[in-house]
């Protein structure tokens, strides 16, 4: 059985040269199916997949877990303005090509699931099935609201205890039913650990931009259109917390009349966003890539 050492540093490089990274879990004896890339959400990394990666490659798939740029170990762009959607789309498709990826299944958490469905409507063919993880083609007011609230500001973190703190203030109504040893793994996905041994900030700051009035508009129209193309092309799951803030009840319910083909589940006791270490999330990825190749 894998564990959360099993991975290997896989790097590549951007149009505009900057040098990403992902975890490469690599299962000991692989299955002839597609690999799975998981991107994870605005402020997060691969982290967010240590667990969930590993128990995927026990099953014999190929897992990469991505550190979109400006996260994690990838590069921070050093002019700000690649912080947006559609870079992310490239970054993705450079790694598919730089590992000469016919085709992969997505797994994608908020954000990286907006670059799952622009990546399914810029290059379907190498899209074999996506996982949407609490996100759809439109997102709840209050969701967006909480996450402008944190998103982008770094307050003083100096001790773990803090960074506990932190993870609970920013994620204390997604998880009710958190352990005090929830919060402590929480907290090390969300940090990483400095050369003093401090917690650190994992995300370049910049990476948060408020949307202008005319574009939270405009934006729902093209990701339904982008949603469409995708869930009606190819197998795709949504995955709802029960209390996220982010995707609502109504949202999913008009993405299955778009989409009569979609799978969904909603994930109990769960806001935004699943970690996917729930036991009904691993339930459903179980029967759903029991089901695609």
């Known amino acids: 059985m894998s564990n959360q050492a099993d991975f290997s540093a896989l790097r590549w490089q951007s149009h505009d040269?900057?040098?990403?990274?992902?975890?490469?879990?690599?299962?000991?004896?692989?299955?002839?199916?597609?690999?799975i890339i998981c991107i994870p959400g605005l402020t997060r990394s691969a982290r967010d997949f240590d667990e969930v990666a590993p128990w995927l490659s026990a099953h014999g798939r190929r897992v990469i877990a991505v550190n979109l740029r400006g996260r994690g170990s990838s590069a921070y762009d050093p002019t700000g303005r690649g912080y947006k959607p559609a870079t992310y789309v490239r970054d993705i498709q450079e790694l598919l090509n730089?590992?000469?990826?016919?085709?992969?299944?997505i797994i994608g958490t908020s954000l990286g699931g907006l670059v799952a469905m622009g990546l399914a409507a810029?290059?379907?063919?190498?899209?074999?099935?996506?996982?949407?993880?609490?996100?759809?083609?439109e997102v709840d007011p209050a969701g967006l609201k909480r996450i402008a609230s944190y998103a982008g500001k770094t307050p003083p973190?100096?001790?773990?205890?803090?960074?506990?703190?932190?993870?609970?203030?920013?994620?204390?109504s997604a998880f009710p039913d958190f352990s005090d040893k929830?919060?402590?793994?929480?907290?090390?996905?969300?940090?990483?650990?400095?050369?003093?041994?401090?917690?650190?900030?994992?995300?370049?700051?910049?990476?948060?931009?408020p949307?202008?009035?005319?574009?939270?508009?405009?934006?729902?129209?093209?990701?339904?259109?982008?949603?469409?193309?995708?869930?009606?092309?190819?197998?795709?799951l949504v995955l709802r917390g029960e209390i996220s803030d982010l995707l609502s009840a109504n949202t999913v319910q008009r993405m299955h009349k778009a989409a009569p083909t979609l799978c969904s589940r909603e994930i109990p006791r769960v806001g935004h966003a699943p970690t996917l270490d729930e036991t009904a999330s691993r339930e459903i990825l179980a029967t759903f890539f029991s089901l695609t190749r």
Not at 98 to 105: F, M, P, S
């Open 17 to 35: 040269g900057l040098t990403l990274e992902a975890r490469d879990y690599v299962p000991a004896q692989p299955a002839d199916e597609a690999p």
């Open 182 to 209: 929830d919060w402590k793994k929480h907290a090390r996905r969300t940090f990483s650990v400095a050369e003093d041994g401090k917690p650190a900030f994992d995300y370049d700051p910049r990476i948060f931009k």
């Open 157 to 172: 973190v100096n001790t773990w205890a803090d960074a506990v703190a932190y993870a609970k203030y920013v994620g204390g």
């Open 211 to 236: 949307l202008p009035a005319f574009a939270v508009k405009l934006i729902p129209l093209l990701l339904w259109r982008r949603f469409k193309h995708l869930a009606r092309k190819r197998p795709t």
């Open 98 to 105: 730089d590992q000469r990826l016919d085709t992969a299944h």
């Open 122 to 137: 810029s290059n379907i063919q190498q899209v074999a099935s996506v996982v949407l993880n609490d996100i759809g083609p």
